[in-house]
RNA sequence: GUCCCGAUCGUCCAGUGGCCUAGGACAUCGCCCUUUCAAGGCGGUAACGCGGGUUCGAAUCCCGUUCGGGAUACCA
């Protein structure tokens, strides 16, 4: 690990990647773990992060496991970690041990692991690893504003209270009567390490980490050491931003003889800017969001992956969870921070839509308008026609949400129809001429076998051949007057589900409209 | 400021020294299909940040530089 040069990544690449040819061998069933904070809306990273995850699992024969990271008590969100247990479900990422399935290493939930921790603080401490700290918060924040003002490389903290006793330190100013607990970081600390997907990676050297704060609950650093290796935890998926801690978490396996697990660090979900991405500047960091939009999570998912990862072949974008487990490859993962744009997710929704059969994509649409509100208790008859507009709607989705807007006309009563004022001001030709030929012909054909090849036919020649006009020219009043606009899904489709009778009330409505 | 990570079309990926006058997908533009809108089909525009090396040969390897990002908390 010492002698780590600059070899780059393609070259670290090449040799993981020859071992594993030469090996050959199955790897032992892995344990991964995702461990969400439950300090607001589910972010996106932790789906990202729960795909590779299982798929690692998934692959190997092992587990997946959820913890909850609740440490941090100031910014607990009440709901939060439902929401967490939910999309992951949804996603179809749901974990094989959480807080809420439970496991052979419950508790899942670090608020409740606090007797866990202590011990290891006390072994540190008694090792010479670690060491109380009294300086206040203000001292360190003067001290950090100093160094910032003067530029200085300096960084950390400086070490005041080490060898010190509590009588020594509290006749120095900046004393504080509840100590932290600190790291005392070596200065051989190693630096270097091996990344399932990076290679061999250098890191920043650390700090004297506090590891045990004032309040008595332990930061995120020890936590997660003490954690992932009580629950078994061999390899720690996680974003990039934690490649720095690295060696603080290396040196804490290594005091407590530990063997450590791999780490495989995700390159990290951008904004458009660049930056990291924050709900703040991007809707779609909040994975509710896109259940909230009406995005088919079968979609979401394979999106996911296709943002860090090559496609099966090329032209081939679709692919399921499935076949993805089968090839997936650490190494394979690219290390650039892609950009989260969405634009090619609403493509692939598409896709999926159009991959469902009319009766499955009904009941997607279905369960969605009830669940965002689009239907309030909807009647026996509004879902048969929600159901029979299937197919007429099923090429033009990107999203679930607007399956019921597009079938709204099905779901009005004729005389509540609303003919869309723009609609009818672009209307050419003589419409009020097109309507009277259009009522002439329809009160023509028969009650039953109203289909749309026999409406298509007799307006054909009792409208278009008749006046003489172009059939987009004919047949636009007849779609305001029937849909309410001139943009619709297929009018004699539309047509045959609204019966004879309603279109002959539609179009009367409209002309007589257009007379008035 | 310091340390670390990264860099190919607008976006996501392919590329592991010659197969690259750089390939695919989305988006975009044009054409076809067409009763609207879509879907679908066909085609086009569009990228190796820059400078030095190494090599017969570099998008690929090395160095530097620039740019972007992350870390630098008693947050995770």
Same mark, same amino acid.
């Given at each position: ?23 050959? *061998? ?115 924040? *003067? ?31 900046? +004393? ?83 063997? *450590? ?36 999570? $079968? ?14 072949? $090329?032209?081939? $974008? ?5 076949? +993805? ?43 969605? *308008? ?42 009005? $009563? ?103």
């Amino acid at each position: 690990m010492t002698g780590v040069h600059s070899a780059g990544p393609g070259a670290a690449r090449r040799i993981q990647y020859s071992v594993l040819i030469m090996t050959d *061998a199955p790897h032992s069933p892995a344990r991964t773990r995702v461990a969400p904070s439950p300090t607001g809306d589910p972010h996106v990273g932790t789906a990202y992060m729960a795909l590779f995850d299982k798929a690692w699992a998934r692959q190997t024969g092992g587990r997946f496991v959820l913890r909850i990271e609740d440490t941090d008590r100031n910014r607990l969100v009440p709901g939060s970690e439902e929401q967490i247990y939910e999309t992951l479900d949804w996603l179809a990422l749901g974990p094989d041990e959480s807080p809420l399935l439970g496991g052979p290493y419950a508790p899942y939930k670090q608020s409740e692991r606090l007797d866990s921790y202590r011990p290891y603080v006390d072994q540190l401490l008694a090792d010479g690893h670690a060491y109380y700290c009294w300086c206040s918060q203000e001292r360190l924040a *003067a001290l950090r504003k100093e160094r910032a003002d003067a530029h200085s490389p300096e960084t950390g903290y400086d070490r005041l209270c080490l060898g010190m006793t509590k009588e020594e330190r509290s006749k120095l100013p900046g +004393f504080s009567e509840t100590p932290v607990v600190r790291m005392r970081i070596p200065d051989d600390v190693e630096l270097g390490f091996h990344d399932l997907i990076r290679g061999d990676v250098r890191a920043p050297r650390p700090d004297d980490q506090v590891i045990l704060k004032a309040d008595g609950f332990p930061t995120y650093h020890l936590a997660v050491v003490v954690d992932d290796h009580l629950m078994g935890i061999d390899t720690v998926v996680r974003g990039e931003e934690w490649i720095s801690s690295t060696p603080k978490h290396l040196l804490l396996y290594k005091w407590l003889g530990w063997q *450590a697990p791999q780490f495989a660090h995700m390159p990290l979900l951008r904004n458009t800017d660049k930056s990291k991405i924050s709900k703040r500047k991007n809707p779609a960091a909040r994975l509710m969001w896109f259940r909230e939009q009406g995005y088919l999570p $079968e979609a979401l998912r394979n999106f996911l992956q296709l943002l860090a990862y090559p496609t099966i072949a $090329e032209g081939e $974008e679709m692919e399921s969870f499935e076949s +993805f487990i089968q090839r997936f490859r650490w190494s394979d993962i690219s290390t650039g921070g892609p950009v989260f744009d969405v634009t090619k997710l609403d493509w692939l929704n598409g896709q999926y839509i159009r991959s469902l059969d009319v009766g499955a994509l009904a009941d997607r649409v279905l369960e969605y *308008a009830v669940a965002s509100g689009q239907l309030t208790d909807p009647s026996e008859a509004a879902v048969a026609r929600i159901r029979a507009g299937m197919p007429l709607v099923r090429e033009r989705l990107t999203l679930l949400s607007e399956a019921v807007p597009k079938l709204s006309f099905l779901l009005v $009563e004729d005389a509540g129809l609303a003919f869309d004022e723009d609609s009818v001001a672009k209307l050419k030709g003589d419409p009020a001429a097109i309507l009277d030929a259009a009522l002439a012909t329809l009160e023509g054909l028969p009650e039953d076998g109203f289909d749309a090849e026999t409406i298509q036919q007799a307006l054909k020649s009792g409208v278009c051949e008749a006046l003489g006009i172009k059939p987009r020219v004919g047949f636009a009043p007849i779609r305001v007057g029937v849909t309410g606009n001139r943009v619709s899904p297929p009018l004699f489709e539309s047509m045959e589900i609204l019966g004879r009778a309603s279109c002959l009330a539609r179009l009367r409505r409209f002309a007589d409209q257009l007379a008035g």
